[in-house]
């Protein structure tokens, strides 16, 4: 059946554990070649670490879980390196993501995560994790405390056909490598006006057959 | 596992600021710690060294810091027995709390302080200062300019328009002891007896402790039944 999600992206609680949630978004994957996907997300370039072959990790929620998980997958890969002698790949990496978060599903890991890369035929790929490790591949996701200004924006530009579609249709409008960055750029500096928790900064890495790039933008401080 | 059990402090230390300077590393704090409301201890050391190469600052519970110190104590014991040439650089440190505090926050029985870590070490590149914190939660970072508590509030906007790469002892001195002052007037557990201690190649040093000038001469303040009209 179709994609789990929703009912995800809870906005910060108050009390004990979690801090500020960032906001993580995504951006959809370009047509023929190069293909590749941006992702981004505000603020301090801590929520971004390389996994793998071609594929991002980038959470967002409460930063001592975010540590925790991404170094638990770090270490995991690199067994995973050692055992079959090559890298992970992406929807390898997708699926360790999922599983580890749900085994923690009676003491959830508080964080919110997009994982982005190039699949086995060097394809763009996104997929949108919950708390507790429902995930789906889609072409464009965000997840934190932006996500609900963000992701009607982007439905809105990349005009996904509707789901009720039989067949299912291809979920995203082709966009060159610039169109995708400065719509990344854009629904960003859009949260960034409304949701208190974003802002400072933006760090986007940009991944295609060519490499990965990263750079980072300026957001209202205020 | 205890699911009902809330901790809460007793002891209670203040704020703790750091930052990087040319020669290494600078931490501070006032030497008082609180119990409640009551401002109990007057003279408690809150920076202490830990290994060759780190300092370690502590706010929050006093006790559960004190079981931290004996943690590291055990680390550097053991670090030491090694006898191999080599010794835990600040970094190793600072992981190790990360865990330990992470943990202990997943047991729901935390460490209630926030710790500041800052030390220099010689890596590939040359002497590498290294400044971080971590809090109960399991909160952790690294950054040029650290604060616990009230000096997050206060003190860093401060560091933050004024520390630049490459202060002198002396320039660091004064921008902390700006922030000190600020947490001083307005943070209203602060006392005025300060310890500053600075950790570069050459070890560390934890100076005796002082006061700060303060002045309330505002005009506001010399009468202040001025003027005053009615009870008010």
């Known amino acids: 059946c179709r994609g789990a999600a929703t009912g995800s992206t809870r906005t910060t609680a108050g009390p004990a554990w979690p801090s500020p949630a960032r906001t993580t978004a995504w951006s959809p994957p370009t047509p023929a070649s190069p293909s590749d996907t941006t992702s981004s997300r505000a603020s301090t370039p801590r929520s971004a670490s390389c996994k793998a072959d071609k594929c991002v990790i980038a959470s967002s929620g409460f930063q001592g879980d975010i540590k925790a998980l991404q170094k638990n997958l770090a270490a995991r890969e690199l067994l995973y390196q050692h055992q079959h002698n090559k890298r992970m790949s992406c929807p390898a990496m997708a699926q360790l993501l999922s599983n580890t978060l749900y085994y923690k599903r009676f003491f959830p890991y508080y964080a919110f995560n997009v994982l982005g890369g190039l699949d086995s035929e060097g394809k763009g790929c996104v997929y949108s994790y919950d708390a507790v490790g429902s995930y789906e591949r889609t072409g464009y996701s965000a997840q934190g405390s932006g996500s609900t200004l963000i992701m009607p924006v982007l439905d809105n530009q990349l005009k996904s056909p509707s789901p009720l579609l039989v067949p299912a249709r291809d979920a995203v409008t082709p966009l060159s490598e610039s169109e995708a960055v400065d719509l990344v750029k854009d629904v960003f500096a859009s949260a960034t006006e409304r949701d208190i928790y974003t802002g400072d900064k933006v760090e986007i890495v940009v991944i295609n057959k060519a490499g990965t790039r990263r750079e980072y933008i300026e957001l209202r401080k205020d | 596992y205890n699911l009902e059990r809330r901790e809460n402090p007793y002891v209670t230390g203040n704020s703790v600021i750091a930052m990087k300077y040319k020669d290494g590393v600078i931490m501070a704090c006032d030497t008082g710690a609180s119990y409640g409301s009551t401002l109990r201890y007057k003279s408690v ?36 027995m090694w006898d191999d040439g080599n010794s835990l650089g600040p970094k190793e440190i600072h992981a190790y709390l990360t865990r330990v505090m992470y943990n202990r926050r997943n047991k729901f029985d935390p460490l209630w302080n926030s710790l500041v870590l ?13 400044l971080g914190m971590v809090n109960m939660i399991g909160t952790h970072f690294e950054e040029n300019h650290i604060a616990t508590g009230f000096g997050n509030h206060m003190a860093i906007p401060i560091l933050r328009g004024e520390w630049r790469e490459d202060m002198t002892f002396e320039e660091a001195v004064k921008l902390i002891e700006k922030c000190l002052l600020v947490l001083l007037y307005r943070d209203r557990s602060s006392i005025n007896k300060f310890q500053i201690a600075k950790i570069t190649t050459e070890g560390s040093t934890i100076y005796p402790p002082y006061a700060l000038k303060t002045n309330w001469g505002f ?8 003027g005053a009209v009615g009870t008010w």
Do not use: C
């Open chain 2, 219 to 226: 005009a506001a303040f010399e009468n202040p039944s001025k």
């Open chain 2, 45 to 80: 050391e809150r920076i202490k060294e830990v290994g060759k190469h780190s300092l370690i600052g502590g706010s929050g519970e006093f006790s559960d810091f004190q079981e931290i110190l004996r943690y590291l104590d055990e680390l550097t014991l053991n670090d030491h």
């Open chain 2, 118 to 130: 800052g030390g220099v070490k010689k890596g590939p590149k040359g002497d590498e200062k290294y």
